[in-house]
């Protein structure tokens, strides 16, 4: 198989996976609850973005802010994605990859439909971040600095999407799959 | 000139501790071969070089005359796989199941399923945790039939089936790969059905293939 059939192929299994995650979360009740979570953490990790970077000093304090703020974030992000890499059964949260490994779809395809569902919410949860961050900056301060769009980039962004996708790099490549 | 099925090429390699050494054998279409060997030695290896995403082992194994790890997980539409280790999803039915998996093959006929679940006697209905070890291997038999494999790799299948099916069972597998010109590939353990139902035997010790070959009465002595 040529690098261009492997790519075709990758993309009809990533669609593939899109029906098969709408069936399975149709019946998972561990989905909601997952979601709702991550519903919490990311809105308040997101609304803590925007209060200007300005407000921020360098003492210990705002650094356990910066912290918390990226933690919520990353948590959040993770609970996010607990559907789409685990499953609950007989009260047991078991990788999905159990039930995919015999199948005719590649962990290469999984992964890239995993990570593209995280990084579209991380892309969306940094735009709100930003717009918030320059908007509430530009009325209390009617200026804005270099540091209002980093602020939300590295740490809103950067930080949280990065630490979340190596889990979900982890959980597709390293996954124990086999029982015997 | 016959279709060969399952190929292993000098296929050696390390899966943990263990060291699988050289094997070669050719399978061709509609026929039944039988792995034996006591425990340890190489027969659920070989199964798994066979299954696995990652080419974990040297020389070469061909499906159908292609080699199987060059196009990846495709060749798993060919290959109907029914063991302990096949995983379904244990909170849903038969049929959520199927639901669930069967867009993945490229060809599977939900009819084909209902029709063979019918034959042998389980409920698709019937949540999947909730079947016994005997309705498990029929219904993944079921599942592998339904999507037209050329090879079904059918791992201790039989354990666990009651006595009287196990003899209907080889019937349908033999009008099955008749029928799909494809082969069989089988372990197991009860000697009895793997030397009235086999067509050829390879014998695994500690690694190695010590017989391939057309099954003989002298074999079992």
Not at chain 2, 34 to 56: H, P
Not at chain 2, 87 to 95: D, H, K
Not at chain 2, 194 to 200: P, R, V, W
Request: net charge positive; with cysteine.
């Amino acid at each position: 198989m040529d690098k261009n059939e492997r790519k075709d192929r990758t993309r009809g299994q990533v669609r593939l996976l899109q029906e098969f995650y709408k069936n399975l979360q149709t019946w998972e009740v561990s989905s909601v609850g997952a979601w709702l979570g991550a519903g919490i953490l990311l809105s308040v990790g997101t609304a803590l973005f925007w209060i200007p970077s300005q407000e921020y000093g360098g003492d210990s304090l705002d650094q356990m802010m910066y912290v918390l703020m990226t933690y919520l974030l990353w948590i959040g992000l993770v609970l996010y994605m607990n559907p789409y890499t685990t499953i609950t059964e007989e009260r047991k949260r078991k990788s999905i990859m159990e039930k995919l490994q015999y199948l005719p779809v590649s962990r290469r395809s999984i992964l890239r439909f995993q990570l593209k569902k995280l990084f579209r919410m991380v892309l969306i949860l940094g735009t709100v971040q930003l717009v918030g961050q320059c908007a509430v900056t530009a009325i209390a301060y009617r200026r804005l600095e270099l540091r209002n769009l980093l602020f939300p980039i590295l740490l809103g962004m950067l930080v949280p999407g990065v630490m979340s996708g190596l889990i979900v790099v982890t959980s597709v490549m390293c996954a124990k799959t086999s029982k015997s | 000139m016959e279709r060969i099925i399952l190929e292993f090429d000098h296929v050696t390699g390390i899966f943990g501790r263990f060291r699988l050494q050289d094997i070669n054998f050719s399978l061709p279409a509609g026929y039944m071969m039988g792995l034996v060997g006591a425990n340890g030695a190489g027969k659920t290896t070989c199964i798994k070089y066979l299954m696995q995403e990652k080419k974990r082992y040297d020389g070469l194994i061909r499906i159908d005359g292609v080699e199987h790890y060059t196009h990846g997980t495709a060749f798993r539409n060919q290959v109907g796989f029914v063991s302990e280790d096949n995983a379904f999803f244990e909170e849903r039915t038969g049929s959520q199941n199927v639901d669930l998996m069967r867009n993945f093959y490229d060809d599977f006929d939900r009819e084909l399923f209902g029709n063979a679940m019918e034959t042998m006697k389980v409920s698709a209905a019937k949540t999947y945790g909730k079947m016994s070890r005997g309705e498990r291997m029929k219904f993944q038999m079921a599942f592998a039939m339904a999507h037209h494999p050329l090879l079904y790799v059918l791992d201790e299948v039989t354990a666990g089936m009651d006595p009287v099916f196990r003899i209907d069972f080889f019937k349908i597998l033999h009008e099955v790969i008749k029928k799909q010109e494809a082969a069989v590939l089988m372990t197991s353990h009860i000697d009895s059905e793997l030397k009235k139902q086999m067509d050829y035997i390879g014998i695994l010790e500690q690694g190695k293939m010590t017989y391939f070959g057309e099954n003989r009465d002298q074999l079992w002595e």
